[in-house]
């Protein structure tokens, strides 16, 4: 088992930043790739960033490339997403995911992902 716990979200204005962590407990955190998902009201959930086993291979969503950036801290058994240059179309819970696997083969899918953490709301003002 994992356990995957977020932390960062909240209210930011339009063009802003915010850093969410998801600390993860339990399996050895290297044998696993991360993703952060994220659903927004009456949406389905969607792909936002992945990140390899060593932190060496990452993915993004186009609508995030070059705004958001996730790196991971094997040492504090940790991933994050910085988040710059918010718009409000980003509102939404931000969901952190943990895959069985070191690589990003099948990052993008939801369906990929073994573990997740309960969520946190980030929420951008106009």
């Known amino acids: 088992q994992v356990q995957l716990v977020e932390s960062g979200g909240g209210l930011v204005q339009a063009g802003g930043s915010l850093r969410l962590s998801c600390a993860a407990s339990?399996?050895?955190?290297?044998?696993?790739?991360m993703g952060w998902f994220r659903q927004a009201p009456g949406k389905e959930r969607e792909f936002v960033a992945a990140?390899?086993?060593?932190?060496?291979?990452?993915s993004y969503a186009d609508s995030v490339k070059e705004r958001f950036i996730i790196s991971r801290d094997s040492a504090k058994n940790t991933v994050y997403l910085q988040m710059n240059s918010l718009k409000p179309e980003d509102t939404a819970v931000y969901y952190c995911?943990?895959?069985?696997?070191?690589?990003?083969?099948?990052?993008?899918?939801?369906?990929?992902?073994?573990?997740w953490g309960q969520g946190t709301q980030v929420t951008v003002s106009s």
């Open positions: 339990g399996r050895t955190f290297s044998n696993y790739a």
């Open positions: 995911a943990a895959k069985r696997g070191p690589h990003l083969l099948g990052a993008a899918r939801a369906l990929e992902y073994d573990y």
């Open positions: 990140i390899n086993w060593s932190g060496a291979a990452t």
